[in-house]
C-alpha cells in the first residue's frame, strides 16, 4: 500500500529553509486548506475547517520552493506522509504527527501565471529529475524557437 498523496492549498507562511550539517537544503512550508461550502437555502459560502499540513522538501527542490514561492501562494504538493513520534512537554506523553514529505511542488496556476527557468547543477547535467528536464548540449540551448525539431 503507498500513502502517496496530492495536497492542495495556501502557503501559510514564507517557505523556510536551511542546510544540514553536511550542506543539504531543507524547506519547510506549511499548507493551508480551507473548504467552501455553499448553503442553498441562504445562498451564502461559508468556511470549513482548515486542514494545516506541514511539508518538507530536500535539495533541489527545497532550493527552487525557498526561491519561487512566498506566503499566499496557491500550491499542489506530492509526497508521502511520515509519521513522527515525540514526547509531549509537559506531560510526557508520547505524540504522533505527521508532515508530507514532498515529491514535488508547483504552484497552482488555477489564479497565477509562472515563467518556467529550468535550473542545472554545475556540470550541465541534471540531477535526481526535481530540475525538471535535459540539459543543454554543450554550447547549445534547450529552446531553438522551433518545433520542427521535435520528435512528435
Known sequence: ??????????????????YTPQGKAVVT???ADTPRNFDRASGTWSDGVTDW??????ENLAENVAASLK???KVIVTGKYVAEKY???????????RKLV???????LTN???QIEKKYRTGGAPSNGNNGGSAPAAGGSVASGSDADLPF
Open 1 to 18: 500500500m503507498s500513502n502517496s498523496v496530492i495536497v492542495t492549498g495556501n502557503l501559510a507562511r514564507d517557505p523556510e529553509i536551511r
Open 102 to 108: 514532498a515529491d514535488e511542488v508547483a504552484p497552482s
Open 87 to 97: 514526547p509531549d512537554k509537559t506531560t510526557g506523553e508520547e505524540k504522533t504527527s
Open 71 to 73: 506566503k499566499g501562494d
Open 112 to 114: 497565477a501565471v509562472a
Open 29 to 31: 512550508l506549511s499548507v
Open 53 to 58: 499540513v506541514k511539508v518538507v522538501a530536500w
